[in-house]
């Protein structure tokens, strides 16, 4: 195909001439449709060529007029249309054939068709290349769509990721936290989860997982201990791990003072009235437990009231859920440290053991109205005992002590009561202490007072009367200043 001619072929599919641009200050915009909606099997797209226009009528040059103006210019004027030819008239003879035309050249045919074959793969390679163009575009604006979300994820999850992180780093060592304190409990056969559970009710930590897992890598179920902690909620893991513990001074404490006379079972009533230790904790301890002080070592195991007497009436300070071993043991060394060695050595001279003078000081602690009497009550206790005439101490406290409850006033059925420790039945002395007696009944009933009374009675004024003979007991029972 010659120069020429490729170029009337662009200049036809494009319609603009060759070498200038298809996009030169306007968009070039061809009029099939998108490629991409059309297949294969289609018909072919119509190549963009300029609009046929049809030539206007053909205008006769003006004819110029033979004499010209005045001013020596020239006059011209239309030149007249040509009349329209006349069909020539039918005279009935056959006008003669025109002559055929010659049919083009095999070179003009060659051509033609070379030209359309080129013109038809022109437009194919436009189409495939307008399509790959196309698609092209598609998948690289989804590709980078898709790039897009990708990175806003993974920013999503690292953002997430290092919160999260930071979060648990500041639980761990307890930063931005408002300043609070808290008691927590750690019950004995305690677990992790429920040391953990406790500190995050407590507003101690956030999380209780995180806590667990630190927990277990710092071993801390062998450095925890059972009681009841102050902890701050300044404190990080490790020192909260480190104040649950006996020794760290964080353990909360409450002062509870046992009055004299209280009997074992009140004395663990009040102490677990006050969250020292569980009533049957203690109970089962003083049954239980083989302490090593000295003066317990004659007394058999089994039952809790075995420590009678010896649990010493005191203000103490103890630790809320403290250890029952180690509550017991503080009263038992206090009573210790009260009750001499000389005053073993006092009733070892009198005839009796540490254990009896205690049963003697507790009946003292229980009847005397006041300290100032106790010696006295002390004497009646000591003249029966000694007395041939008087086999029986009728105390009516030995009576409240072995009744299932204690009663305002004894009945005569109650004095029947069937106990070794009633003794309005039972000779002698009851088998040990009715309750804890104080150091001055211990005293009185280490140095009596010397007298011949065998009985007293309470008066109206608090105090009691003392008798040597049962009519002047009788008489003053009998009277209106008796307030028994």
Same mark, same amino acid.
């Given at each position: 195909?010659?120069?020429?001619?490729?170029?009337?072929?662009?200049?036809?599919?494009?319609?603009?001439?060759?070498?200038?641009?298809r996009?030169?200050?306007?968009?070039?915009?061809?009029?099939?449709?998108?490629?991409?909606?059309?297949?294969?099997?289609?018909?072919?797209?119509?190549?963009f060529?300029?609009?046929?226009?049809?030539?206007?009528?053909?205008?006769?040059?003006?004819?110029?007029?033979?004499?010209?103006?005045?001013?020596?210019?020239?006059?011209?004027?239309?030149?007249?249309?040509?009349e329209?030819?006349?069909?020539?008239?039918?005279?009935?003879?056959e006008?003669?054939?025109?002559?055929?035309?010659?049919?083009?050249?095999?070179?003009?045919?060659?051509?033609?068709?070379?030209?359309?074959?080129?013109?038809?793969?022109?437009?194919?390679r436009?189409?495939?290349?307008?399509?790959?163009?196309?698609?092209?575009?598609?998948?690289?604006?989804?590709?980078?769509?898709?790039?897009?979300?990708y990175?806003?994820?993974?920013?999503?999850?690292?953002?997430?990721?290092?919160?999260?992180?930071?979060?648990?780093?500041? #639980?761990?060592?307890?930063?931005?936290?408002? #300043?609070?304190?808290?008691?927590?409990?750690?019950?004995?056969?305690?677990?992790?989860?429920?040391?953990?559970?406790?500190?995050?009710?407590?507003?101690?930590?956030?999380?209780?997982?995180?806590?667990?897992?630190f927990?277990?890598?710092?071993?801390?179920?062998?450095?925890?201990?059972?009681?009841?902690?102050?902890?701050?909620?300044? *404190?990080?893991?490790?020192?909260?791990?480190?104040?649950?513990?006996?020794?760290?001074?964080? @353990?909360?404490?409450?002062?509870?003072?046992?009055?004299?006379?209280?009997?074992?079972?009140?004395?663990?009533?009040?102490?677990?009235?006050?969250?020292?230790?569980?009533?049957?904790?203690?109970?089962?301890?003083a049954?239980?437990?083989?302490?090593?002080?000295?003066?317990?070592?004659?007394?058999?195991?089994?039952?809790?009231?075995?420590?009678?007497?010896?649990?010493?009436? #005191?203000?103490?300070?103890?630790?809320?859920? #403290?250890?029952p071993?180690?509550?017991?043991?503080?009263?038992?060394? !206090?009573?210790?440290?009260?009750?001499?060695?000389?005053?073993?050595?006092?009733a070892?001279?009198?005839?009796?053991?540490?254990? @009896?003078?205690?049963?003697?000081?507790?009946?003292?602690?229980?009847?005397?109205?006041?300290?100032?009497?106790?010696?006295?009550v002390?004497?009646?206790?000591?003249?029966?005992?000694?007395?041939?005439?008087?086999?029986?101490?009728?105390?009516?406290?030995?009576? @409240? *002590?072995?009744?299932?409850?204690?009663?305002?006033?004894?009945?005569?059925?109650?004095?029947?009561?069937?106990?070794?420790?009633?003794?309005?039945?039972?000779?002698?002395?009851?088998?040990?202490?009715?309750? !804890?007696?104080?150091?001055?009944?211990?005293?009185?009933?280490?140095?009596?007072?010397?007298?011949?009374?065998?009985?007293?009675a309470?008066?109206?004024?608090?105090?009691?009367?003392?008798?040597?003979?049962?009519?002047?007991?009788?008489?003053?029972?009998?009277?209106?200043?008796y307030?028994?």
């Open positions: 195909m010659s120069e020429n001619r490729f170029e009337d072929l662009f200049k036809k599919i494009y319609g603009v001439p060759m070498g200038e641009t996009f030169a200050g306007q968009d070039f915009k061809p009029d099939w449709e998108p490629l991409h909606e059309l297949e294969e099997e289609d018909e072919p797209v119509k190549i060529s300029p609009a046929k226009q049809e030539k206007p009528p053909a205008v006769p040059p003006p004819v110029e007029i033979s004499e010209p103006e005045e001013d020596g210019t020239k006059k011209f004027e239309p030149a007249r249309p040509a329209e030819e006349q069909p020539p008239e039918q005279t009935g003879e006008e003669p054939a025109a002559p055929e035309e010659e049919p083009g050249s095999t070179e003009e045919v060659a051509a033609e068709e070379e030209e359309e074959e080129y013109e038809e793969g022109w437009r194919r436009e189409r495939k290349r307008a399509k790959r163009a196309l698609t092209f575009d598609h998948k690289g604006r989804t590709g980078c769509l898709r790039g897009i979300m990175g806003l994820l993974v920013l999503t999850l690292a953002f997430t990721i290092a919160l999260g992180g930071w979060l648990l780093v500041c #639980d761990m060592l307890a930063l931005g936290k408002k #300043d609070a304190t808290a008691v927590v409990t750690v019950e004995e056969n305690f677990t992790l989860d429920s040391v953990a559970e406790g500190l995050q009710k407590a507003g101690m930590i956030r999380y209780k997982w995180f806590f667990k897992v927990a277990k890598l710092f071993h801390a179920d062998r450095k925890i201990e059972p009681g009841t902690y102050e902890l701050n909620s300044g *404190y990080d893991y490790r020192a909260l791990i480190v104040k649950m513990h006996s020794g760290a001074g964080s @353990q909360v404490e409450t002062t509870v003072t046992i009055p004299e006379g209280y009997t074992v079972k009140q004395i663990f009533e009040l102490l677990d009235e006050k969250g020292v230790c569980s009533y049957n904790d203690l109970e089962k301890t049954a239980e437990y083989r302490y090593k002080h000295e003066f317990l070592q004659t007394i058999p195991y089994g039952n809790s009231n075995r420590l009678e007497g010896y649990l010493f009436p #005191d203000t103490y300070d103890f630790y809320l859920n #403290d250890d071993v180690y509550v017991i043991n503080k009263m038992l060394n !206090n009573f210790g440290s009260k009750v001499t060695n000389d005053m073993f050595e006092k070892s001279a009198m005839g009796y053991t540490m254990r @009896q003078i205690l049963a003697v000081a507790s009946m003292v602690e229980k009847e005397a109205g006041d300290t100032k009497e106790m010696s006295m002390a004497s009646v206790i000591y003249n029966r005992l000694n007395s041939s005439d008087f086999p029986h101490l009728q105390i009516d406290a030995t009576v @409240q *002590y072995a009744l299932p409850e204690r009663k305002a006033k004894l009945t005569n059925s109650d004095l029947e009561y069937d106990s070794p420790y009633n003794t309005y039945k039972y000779r002698g002395l009851p088998p040990g202490p009715i309750a !804890n007696p104080g150091i001055a009944a211990i005293k009185a009933a280490l140095n009596p007072e010397v007298t011949d009374y065998y009985y007293y309470l008066g109206k004024e608090g105090t009691h009367r003392f008798f040597k003979y049962y009519s002047d007991f009788d008489s003053f029972v009998n009277s209106e200043d307030g028994g």
